[in-house]
């Protein structure tokens, strides 16, 4: 890929989704310990994932937050056990992130680009990581309720291109930043739709882009409601049309179908076996 993030995330990546919570909406609960979801962790890099992506904190539609002693209890014991290998902690505390980087984590996704806890920022500046800025209507409790926009992608491409200037002048590195549209976080199906037909206005602002569309209910309402949650086949082809439309990075659940699929969509937009 050309531009300024060739060197960090190369295109595409997959980051395969860890989360360490009884409630998330798609794989809740199936790590029954920390080993367990090392475990899980260490198969998805087998599999090919650039990252796993370790989360205390459902952010579930309705799902109300968890304490930050809660949040450290979950996401500690899995993130001693994956010491050495590349992680990025999945939240919007500060405290949780300056454990996690000091126990080795990569980067910080924060599904609320630095605005729940704006010190967050200073823990991203002062040591460096990487940092993924998410769009959110509201907050998870509150983000399903009649979402509107005056236009979906003019509004989150503002709201993300306004994030990464705060990001930049909290002094992090305009480098070390990814952005993602937050499919599902506030959106209906349309708008859900509508920003990843349209990705090409969050790519123009010039990070890279993450997607994170994995079994997300909009892919089960386009199947017809079939399932509370979308499948993987669904999932790999809202990616790979993703990947179409410039997004560098994919957070997963089934990682090695994902890899294969964008490394086949890779293969077809070079032309040619070897980049
Ligand atoms: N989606 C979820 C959680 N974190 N982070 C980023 N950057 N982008 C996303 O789209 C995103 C995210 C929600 O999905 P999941 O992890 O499957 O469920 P839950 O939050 O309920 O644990």
Same mark, same amino acid.
């Given at each position: 890929?050309? #531009?300024?993030?060739?060197?960090?995330?190369?295109?595409?990546?997959?980051?395969?989704?860890?989360?360490?919570?009884?409630?998330?909406?798609?794989?809740?609960?199936?790590?029954?310990?920390?080993?367990?979801?090392?475990?899980?962790?260490?198969?998805?890099?087998?599999?090919?994932?650039?990252? !796993?992506?370790?989360?205390?904190?459902?952010?579930?539609? #309705?799902? =109300?937050?968890?304490?930050?002693?809660?949040?450290? /209890?979950?996401?500690?014991?899995?993130? *001693?056990?994956?010491?050495?290998?590349?992680?990025?902690?999945?939240?919007?505390?500060?405290?949780?992130?300056?454990?996690? !980087?000091?126990?080795?984590?990569?980067?910080?996704?924060?599904?609320?680009?630095?605005? /729940?806890?704006? *010190?967050?920022?200073?823990?991203?500046?002062?040591?460096? +990581?990487?940092?993924?800025?998410?769009?959110?209507?509201?907050?998870?409790?509150?983000?399903? +309720?009649?979402?509107?926009? =005056?236009?979906?992608?003019?509004?989150?491409?503002?709201?993300?291109?306004?994030?990464?200037?705060?990001? +930049?002048?909290?002094?992090?590195?305009?480098?070390?930043?990814?952005?993602?549209?937050?499919?599902?976080?506030?959106?209906?199906? &349309?708008?859900?739709?509508?920003?990843?037909?349209?990705? &090409?206005?969050?790519?123009?602002?010039?990070?890279? !882009?993450?997607?994170?569309?994995?079994?997300?209910?909009?892919?089960?309402?386009?199947?017809?409601?079939?399932?509370?949650?979308?499948?993987?086949? %669904?999932? !790999?082809?809202?990616? +790979?049309?993703?990947?179409?439309?410039?997004?560098?990075?994919?957070?997963?659940?089934?990682?090695?179908?994902?890899?294969?699929?964008?490394?086949?969509? %890779?293969?077809?937009?070079?032309?040619?076996?070897?980049?």
């Amino acid at each position: 890929m050309s #531009g300024p993030s060739a060197d960090r995330w190369p295109r595409p990546s997959v980051v395969g989704i860890v989360n360490v919570t009884p409630d998330s909406f798609s794989d809740g609960g199936s790590y029954a310990s920390p080993a367990d979801a090392a475990g899980a962790a260490r198969r998805m890099l087998a599999d090919g994932a650039a990252l !796993v992506d370790v989360g205390g904190e459902s952010t579930r539609p #309705g799902a =109300d937050a968890v304490s930050e002693d809660e949040e450290l /209890r979950r996401v500690v014991p899995v993130l *001693e056990q994956l010491a050495g290998l590349p992680v990025s902690i999945d939240t919007s505390r500060a405290v949780v992130a300056r454990r996690a !980087v000091g126990l080795g984590a990569a980067m910080v996704n924060d599904v609320s680009a630095l605005r /729940r806890e704006p *010190e967050l920022a200073e823990v991203v500046a002062e040591t460096g +990581v990487d940092v993924c800025l998410m769009h959110m209507l509201g907050t998870p409790r509150t983000m399903q +309720v009649e979402p509107r926009y =005056d236009d979906v992608v003019d509004d989150v491409a503002a709201f993300l291109g306004e994030r990464l200037a705060f990001a +930049v002048g909290a002094g992090i590195a305009e480098e070390r930043i990814c952005l993602d549209p937050g499919i599902g976080f506030g959106k209906t199906p &349309d708008h859900n739709l509508a920003l990843l037909r349209r990705l &090409d206005r969050i790519v123009a602002l010039g990070r890279p !882009v993450l997607v994170g569309v994995s079994r997300k209910s909009t892919l089960a309402r386009v199947l017809g409601d079939a399932g509370p949650v979308g499948t993987d086949a %669904a999932s !790999v082809g809202a990616a +790979v049309a993703a990947f179409d439309r410039g997004a560098t990075l994919f957070r997963v659940h089934d990682v090695a179908a994902h890899v294969e699929a964008l490394a086949a969509a %890779a293969a077809v937009e070079r032309g040619s076996l070897v980049a």
